[in-house]
Every structure is written in structure tokens, then in C-alpha cells.
């Protein structure tokens, strides 16, 4: 078959498509090939395709153009698609710009024997990852590669990667890799890998490269009880976004205002965070992970959840007196933190009494008082008292769980100066 160039306009193309073709065995497909133009300019290119399953063409696995001398050059293509998958082999032959010459080919034929210069690849095996890893196909084939020898991996739609790692296992047998880098579910189609030199072409089958999203819950996990140290939660992991199957389950949570986080694995529907600080928000989500590398999802939902007061502690401490005067008593105790008071809504409370003498024989009286402190506050002056008495004084402290009452203390006031003029 020869196509005349100068009987053409540029960008011509001429093409013959081979019957479809199933690989039983190994066998080459081979074929000569005539470019030729008298004063040395290119009378076109010549490309072959490898169509499997009657699928695009993509990219040509082998091509040469310019002009190779008055001879015909023979080519190999060891196309390795395995039965029960089908192929077809389209050559074609485009005109250039300079319209001169001649391209021809002839003596197509498949023989029953591995090709002699181009390699023949093993099967290739389909590649799953999770979103976001890198994916690696090795390509492993037999035969020698040249150096001038081309390793490319072809996407189905003909997108080519052409950064390759080439180890050779022996003097007739290498594998190549090719890394995808970061890989996403756009990336997910069929790959094939091909070797291209001037003698020839090997092709490999179409593997899948099949890419997982790691999973995620799609609703929050619930909140099924509350205490002071503890919150029991159900899962809730009936639907998720991404792919299983799930092979892990895990709690995430942390304190609402805290940078730390903890993570626990989790073999149940149901479970109970312990040790947890008492009227404390806490958000708590869940990871689900799936096989391979970088299989675990991102945290779902989270549960925003506070655990109960505790009682406190214990009663405050520290009551001493600052100052004392015949009608006042200044007083301060321990500065309240969050591990006493184990709530963030308490009270604290000064109660006092003292007793005074009926006039004329009459009974005593028994003066007895609570007053609320503000917030946070450590001190009290308590004013309007009687002089030279004995106060006695009691902190409280209460949340909502509890109270704690401290032990009463004893203080005298000061006598009354009483002036006298002349």
C-alpha cells in the first residue's frame, strides 16, 4: 500500500485498520515500511494505533516520519492484550508540508513467536489506592530495550506520562515504574504501559487504576448519657460519604477551648469517654478508615457535648482576718480555681454570728447572717459589728451537684475607744 505525496494536500491521511485480533498466546505483529523522498524532505509521517475493544485510538504507540533512504525498514509491535479482550492495529500515513515522496507499507503479517527487537510486557495488573496517594504501575517485560528505547504509561483517552524508573532483573528482563502523584477519583480510568524505539513498539494491556475515598460519617455521632468524668455516645455510622469497606472506627474528640486532641479506637457501637473534666464542652467526631494507605476519612460531624458539675472538691480554705477594728473584720480565704469548684456556676457564701447581752437581765440575742461574695472574689470586709465580740465566720461553697461548708473560725473585735471631753 503506498500513498504518493505530491498527488495529496498536507495533513492527507490514509489509514488501514487490520481485522481484530485476540491473543491467545505470544505472537508479534510485524510489517515493513518505505519513506522515501529523492531530494531528502519528508513526504509525511507513519503512526500505528493499538485500539483494544473497539475503544479511542488515543495516543500512537509507534510513529517515524522525515526520509529513511531508498529500502524498506521492518517494525515489530508486540501488542500484549490477553484473551478474552480483542485488538485492532491502524496504520496510518499523514502528507507533509513539503508534498514529496513516497510512504508505503507491506508484508503485514502475525507471526506465532515473541518479537525479536521489541519487548513483549507481562500482564499488568490493576492498581487500587485511596484519594491522595501516590500510585505505582510496574510494567514488567521481556526482551531487550535499546537505549534509544521510549517508556511511556497511555492513558485510555491517550493522555501520556512519560516519567519512568527503569530496573533491568537480567539481560532479557526489566520493569519500568511509573508514579501518579497525589492521585484523585478524576484519575481513576484504564492505563497501559508502551515502549516505542525506531525497530518497534510493545504495549501492554489496559489495567484500572481504581481510586477509593476514604470514608466519612455523614450525621454526628449522639449523645446517650452525661455525667461529671464521662459522656456516652452511640457511633451513628449507619451512612457515610466515601467508599468502604470499613476496617477501622475510631473517636476523635477534644476539650472546646483546648489545642490536644485524643484518639481511641472503638470496636463497638457504643462508647464511653472517660476521665473527662466536669462541666466541660467537649467535641467529639469519628473516624472511619478503609484499607491501604491514607484509608482513614476525614472526622465527620461533631457531637458538641458538656459533661455535668461535680461537687466540690472540698471546703474553701485559708479564712484569716487582715484587718480587724471594733466594727469590722476584714477577712480573705484560698483563691477559687476550677479544680475545687469543679462548675462553672457556683456560689460562695460567708455566714457569721455572734451573740449579744440583754439589757437588765434580759435573754442573749443571737445575731446570725449569710451574705453572697461576688464571683471569683477571695475577700470580704464584714462591717457594723459589735465591738470587742466574738465573730464566728463559716465559708460555703455550692454548684449545683453539691456544697461544701468549711469549718467555723473565731475572731474578736477590737474594743470601742470612747472619747471624753471636759
Do not use: I, M, T, W
Given at each position: 500500500m503506498l500513498v504518493n505525496s505530491s498527488q495529496h494536500a498536507v495533513g492527507h491521511r490514509a489509514q488501514l485498520l487490520l481485522q481484530t485480533l485476540s491473543e491467545n498466546d505470544t505472537h508479534c505483529v510485524q510489517f515493513s515500511y518505505f519513506l522515501y523522498s529523492r531530494d531528502g524532505h519528508s513526504p509525511g509521517a507513519l503512526r500505528a494505533y493499538v485500539r483494544v475493544n473497539g475503544g479511542p485510538l488515543g495516543s500512537p504507540v509507534w510513529n517515524t516520519s522525515g526520509s529513511h533512504a531508498k529500502q524498506w525498514h521492518q517494525v515489530e509491535l508486540a501488542v500484549s492484550t490477553f484473551w478474552p479482550n480483542e485488538y485492532q492495529v491502524l496504520i496510518e500515513a499523514t502528507v507533509s508540508r513539503e508534498r514529496r515522496g513516497y510512504i508505503a507499507i507491506d508484508d503485514i503479517m502475525v507471526l506465532?513467536?515473541?518479537?525479536?527487537?521489541?519487548?513483549?510486557?507481562?500482564?499488568?495488573?490493576?492498581?487500587?489506592?485511596?484519594?491522595?496517594?501516590?500510585?505505582t504501575f510496574q510494567c514488567v517485560a521481556a526482551g531487550r530495550a535499546s537505549e534509544a528505547e521510549k517508556f511511556l504509561l497511555e492513558r485510555h483517552n491517550g493522555d501520556i506520562l512519560t516519567t519512568a524508573s527503569v530496573k533491568h532483573l537480567s539481560h532479557r528482563r526489566f520493569v519500568v515504574s511509573f508514579q501518579l502523584d497525589s492521585v484523585q477519583r478524576t484519575d481513576q480510568d484504564l492505563y497501559r504501559c508502551v515502549t516505542q524505539s525506531p525497530r518497534g513498539s510493545g504495549v501492554s494491556n489496559f489495567a484500572e487504576l481504581v481510586v477509593k475515598v476514604p470514608p466519612s460519617p455523614i450525621a454526628p455521632p449522639q449523645l446517650l448519657r452525661a455525667g461529671s468524668t464521662y459522656l456516652i455516645i452511640q457511633l451513628n455510622t449507619n451512612s457515610i460519604l466515601g467508599d468502604g469497606p470499613i476496617i477501622r472506627k475510631e473517636i476523635e474528640y477534644r476539650a472546646s477551648q483546648s489545642p490536644w486532641s485524643e484518639v481511641h479506637g472503638v470496636n463497638m457501637v457504643t462508647y464511653k469517654l472517660w476521665h473527662l473534666d466536669p462541666d466541660t464542652e467537649y467535641h467529639i467526631s469519628v473516624l472511619l478508615t478503609r484499607p491501604g494507605e491514607g484509608g482513614t476519612g476525614p472526622p465527620g460531624p461533631p457531637l458538641v457535648s458538656r459533661t455535668k458539675c461535680a461537687e466540690p472538691m472540698r471546703p474553701l480554705r485559708g479564712l484569716t482576718a487582715t484587718d480587724i477594728q471594733s466594727r469590722q473584720l476584714s477577712l480573705q480565704w484560698e483563691n477559687l480555681a476550677f479544680n475545687l469548684t469543679r462548675c462553672h456556676t457556683y456560689s460562695v457564701s460567708l455566714c457569721y454570728r455572734y451573740t449579744t447581752a440583754g439589757g437588765g437581765g434580759g435573754h442573749n440575742t443571737t445575731v446570725r447572717e449569710c451574705l453572697a461574695v461576688e464571683h471569683n472574689a477571695s475577700r470580704f470586709t464584714l462591717r457594723d459589728l459589735p465591738p470587742y465580740h466574738g465573730i464566728y465566720v463559716r465559708l460555703s461553697l455550692a454548684n449545683p451537684e453539691g456544697k461544701k461548708e468549711g469549718r467555723e473560725v473565731t475572731f474578736q473585735t477590737e474594743e470601742d475607744i470612747i472619747k471624753v471631753t471636759s
Open positions: 506465532n513467536y515473541p518479537c525479536y527487537k521489541a519487548p513483549h510486557f507481562s500482564r499488568l495488573g490493576d492498581e487500587e489506592v485511596n484519594a491522595g496517594q501516590n500510585a
